[in-house]
């Protein structure tokens, strides 16, 4: 089923301008002039965060309005696509066609499908920041369609046995911007560039920004 937000509900995220505090904390990972891809990015309060260090940026939505207004076509790469619709995210009838990147981004946003494409869409050494609503949010608050919600342990299964795993929490958030239940991660893609005789990757900081809010 498509994402279909109605437009309470989005203008909910909109009234959004600060950014999770779980990007926040990780935002300081990449190496400078990095190439960043703010996947569903609403109102773009993610894409502000990495703009404002100097990354390169590329947002898109399926409604990009909100961009539009508060974004200058040259700090942010704006792009209105239909992330459902049926064409892959990279394929060559897509605005994205052949793109890769240093980071993606993904908050409050899960289509399942889209999973393959972003993990091959991230370059070697790329992160991946995921957060979103997770089975048990239906008991307080939208979304409580199940194709909306992460199951226990899914963005860890994403990523298994194929990137670094630096971060993953899974639970009730009750004082974030928007309180439920909550899945969140940031992985390296980094496991076939160790230089160690072991193989083992190289750690990341996991305290890269303090921590406010929740
Ligand atoms: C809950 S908002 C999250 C916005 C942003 N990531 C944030 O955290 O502030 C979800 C966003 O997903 C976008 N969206 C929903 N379905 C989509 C689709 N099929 N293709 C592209 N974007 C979509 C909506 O337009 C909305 O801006």
Same mark, same amino acid.
């Given at each position: 089923m498509q994402n279909e937000i109605d437009p309470v509900e989005r203008a909910r995220h909109l009234r959004l301008t600060e950014p999770s505090p779980w990007i926040s904390r990780f935002a /300081?990972?990449?190496?400078?002039?990095s190439d960043v891809l703010d996947v569903?990015?609403? /109102?773009g309060r993610h894409s502000r965060v990495f703009l404002d260090q100097g990354h390169r940026v590329t947002a898109i939505d399926k409604n990009t309005t909100a961009l539009v207004e508060r974004f200058s076509a040259t700090a942010l790469s704006i792009v209105e696509f239909d992330m459902e619709a049926g064409i892959p995210l990279f394929d060559a009838a897509s605005p994205l066609s052949g793109r890769d990147y240093d980071v993606i981004v993904v908050v409050n946003y899960l289509y399942r499908p889209l999973f393959p494409e972003l993990l091959k869409a991230l370059r070697p050494g790329g992160i991946l920041l995921y957060e979103t609503f997770a089975l048990g949010n239906e008991v307080y608050a939208k979304p409580r369609n199940p194709d909306h919600l992460l199951k226990s342990g899914e963005l860890l299964g994403l990523v298994s046995q194929k990137m670094q795993v630096v971060a993953y929490e899974h639970g009730l958030l009750e004082n974030a911007d928007i309180p439920g239940v909550k899945q969140r991660l940031c992985a390296v893609n980094d496991l076939q560039l160790s230089d160690r005789p072991d193989h083992d990757p190289s750690a990341h900081s996991i305290r890269v920004r303090p921590l406010t809010g929740s």
């Open positions: /300081g990972l990449p190496a400078k002039g569903a990015a609403g /109102g």
